[in-house]
Nanobody, 127 residues
């Protein structure tokens, strides 16, 4: 079993920056693609970023493209989502997820391709 533990959420000012961290235990993370999702209460969970196991493929939803970056350090069994110049509309609960066979597609990420999920972390963008 793979366990994912998230950290780094909190309050960030518009135009600031925040790093979310997703650390894995139980198995090596380098066998898994990592997806980042976010969810607002009452709405469906939506994929916003993806990084392949070797980091040679990255994908971003249009709503965060050019502002958020995704990276990973397989030696540390960790993945990261950097929220740069966030807007108030980026306020949400953010989740990392790992899927051995998960792919990026132009239309987005498929939740059912992810077998393991972090616990979620709240990000609030406000001055």
């Amino acid at each position: 079993q793979l366990q994912l533990v998230q950290s780094g959420g909190g309050l960030v000012q518009p135009g600031g920056s925040l790093r979310l961290t997703c650390v894995a235990s139980g198995r090596a993370l380098d066998d898994y693609a990592i997806g980042w999702f976010r969810q607002i209460p009452g709405q469906e969970r939506k994929g916003i970023a993806y990084i392949s196991p070797t980091a040679d493929d990255r994908w971003f939803h249009d709503s965060v493209k050019g502002r958020f970056t995704v990276s990973r350090d397989n030696a540390k069994n960790a993945a990261y989502l950097d929220l740069n110049t966030p807007h108030s509309e980026d306020t949400s609960v953010y989740y990392c997820a790992a899927g051995r066979y998960a792919l990026s597609r132009p239309q987005g990420l498929y939740l059912n391709e992810y077998d393991y999920w972090g616990q979620g972390t709240q990000v609030t963008v406000s001055s």
